[in-house]
């Protein structure tokens, strides 16, 4: 039997490979992407909870999470393309200022 | 199952690992679906079917398609690496490892012994979820199809030619 600690520390791992990758990525679709792989570490951590706890709360939550990732998914996306448009360019960089 | 459990984790951290060292948007991408796919495999060991069916369908599915099509859409090529910010560099890399031995000391602290299931059955079916969805969580229930159509409205407006 796999005990809880071994699910948190797999979910605490991709936390921070999520994180890490968020701080030192350039591309503004990797960084989304690292938003998605957080998001997944912490719906690991409820559903671990959630089976540890016997309680199916934990995998409501996770149900939420998803479903606002869709929504974040679409929305992100939708401003990436229009600072695409605007900008020529997907650098986090190169979009550093407030005007145009 | 144990076994089980090890090896997906293996594979999941290597491919997450893989995700962030890549420079290429579209390789981040296939690995994040590595990623997605071995988590839904973790899920199922837990006890949670419906969430790892929604984890391939909704996440696997629907999301990394529509990041992949925009991958695609926009051309995102090679990422040009930049020194502009070294603050990311010098006080990055320590502070993530400090939160990761502090979070794993603080885990193996918590639940040194702590099996997976203390509980003796728990039923992750579609049915049992559902039952709890509509009746003690109607309203956030609710409120996420307000969140969805904003959502659809929002990207609608912004990905329109003249924003």
């Known amino acids: 039997m796999v005990p809880l600690s071994h699910y948190l520390a797999l979910s605490v791992i991709l936390f921070v ?3 890490a990758g968020f701080i030192f990525r350039r591309n503004i679709i990797t960084i989304f992407m690292c938003i998605e792989l957080m998001l997944n570490a912490v719906n690991l951590a409820f559903i671990a909870f959630s089976r540890s706890l016997g309680n199916l709360d934990g995998q409501i939550f996770v149900f939420f999470v998803i479903v606002v990732a869709a929504a974040e998914a679409a929305v992100g996306l939708a401003v990436i393309i229009a600072l695409h448009r605007n900008r020529e ?6 979009v550093d200022s407030m005007k145009m | ?5 090890y090896i997906f984790a293996a594979v999941t951290i290597l491919a997450a690992l893989n995700m962030v060292l890549q420079r290429t948007p ?9 990623v997605l796919c071995s988590l839904a495999v973790v899920y199922l060991l837990l006890g949670a079917e419906f969430m790892a069916v929604l984890q391939v369908i909704i996440y696997a599915g629907a999301i990394m398609v529509l990041f992949v099509f925009v991958i695609m859409l926009l051309n995102a090529g090679h ?3 930049s020194h502009r910010s070294r603050i990311a560099k010098w006080l990055g890399a ?4 400090a939160f990761l031995v502090e979070m794993l000391v603080t885990i193996r602290d918590q639940f040194p012994t702590t099996p997976a299931a203390t509980a003796a059955h728990l039923d992750g079916s579609p049915a049992a979820i559902g039952h709890l969805l509509f009746r003690s969580y109607v309203l956030p229930f609710e409120v996420t199809s307000i969140l969805i159509l904003v959502a659809v409205l929002g990207a ?4 329109k030619k003249d924003f």
């Open chain 2, 79 to 81: 990422e040009v690496p």
């Open chain 2, 156 to 159: 609608v407006v912004l990905a």
């Open chain 2, 94 to 97: 320590p502070l993530m490892g």
């Open chain 2, 26 to 34: 579209v390789y981040s991408a296939l690995s994040l679906i590595v």
């Open chain 2, 1 to 5: 199952m144990t076994i089980l459990f």
């Open chain 1, 89 to 94: 360019s997907l650098n986090i960089e190169d």
């Open chain 1, 17 to 19: 490979l999520g994180a």
